[in-house]
């Protein structure tokens, strides 16, 4: 078990997720603005969450994703363990490389093992501890924040052609 770029961004997301799902279900965009992480990269990382039954999607508009199982439920380790691909053992290993392979196994079964105690909860309980401001309102989609002004509409000819042909009547 490692603690991977792609572990650390999905650890970020759902604490995101987790303080701001009380008004309902969260856009990947807002969640990408506010981490700074690419889009397509998060709907990558959610795709595999989705499929463990860490969060769930709600489609159309006012969509987006919600935890699938309460936070205290969830831990750090089955975030990492769904988002981080496994490692491989090699097939031709040497006495001396089983040796290493088994120290690696060891040391990722203890890291493993720390992350499970980890709960989403306890992080999310960290971060609104540190004076986190959540704002709970979603953004409002399809409407703008002040009125469209249309620009006027005139009758001038639109050229030197149309211009002649209006003395012409």
């Given amino acids: 078990m490692r603690m991977s770029t792609k572990g650390r961004f999905a650890v970020n997301a759902l604490i995101d997720l987790a303080l701001r799902e009380a008004a309902g279900p969260v856009a990947l965009a807002t969640v990408s603005a506010r981490q700074q992480v690419s889009l397509s990269y998060l709907e990558q990382l959610f795709s595999r969450l989705r499929r463990d039954g860490i969060v769930?999607?709600?489609?159309?508009?006012?969509?987006?994703?919600?935890?699938?199982?309460?936070?205290?439920?969830?831990?750090?380790?089955?975030?990492?363990?769904?988002?981080?691909?496994?490692?491989?053992?090699?097939?031709?290993?040497?006495?001396?490389?089983?040796?290493?392979?088994?120290?690696?196994?060891?040391?990722?079964?203890?890291?493993?093992?720390?992350?499970?105690?980890?709960?989403?909860?306890?992080?999310?309980?960290?971060?609104?501890?540190?004076?986190?401001?959540?704002?709970?309102k979603p953004a409002r989609r399809a409407i703008s924040p002040q009125p469209v002004v249309k620009p006027p509409r005139t009758t001038a000819p639109n050229s030197v052609f149309a211009f002649g042909r209006s003395f012409a009547r």
């Fill in 56 to 136: 769930e999607s709600t489609r159309g508009p006012g969509g987006g994703y919600t935890l699938g199982r309460a936070t205290s439920e969830i831990s750090v380790a089955d975030i990492v363990s769904s988002v981080d691909d496994p490692l491989e053992s090699t097939e031709g290993e040497s006495a001396a490389d089983g040796l290493s392979q088994a120290l690696w196994q060891r040391l990722n079964a203890t890291m493993l093992q720390h992350m499970a105690g980890i709960s989403l909860q306890s992080l999310v309980d960290e971060q609104k501890a540190q004076g986190g401001v959540v704002d709970l």
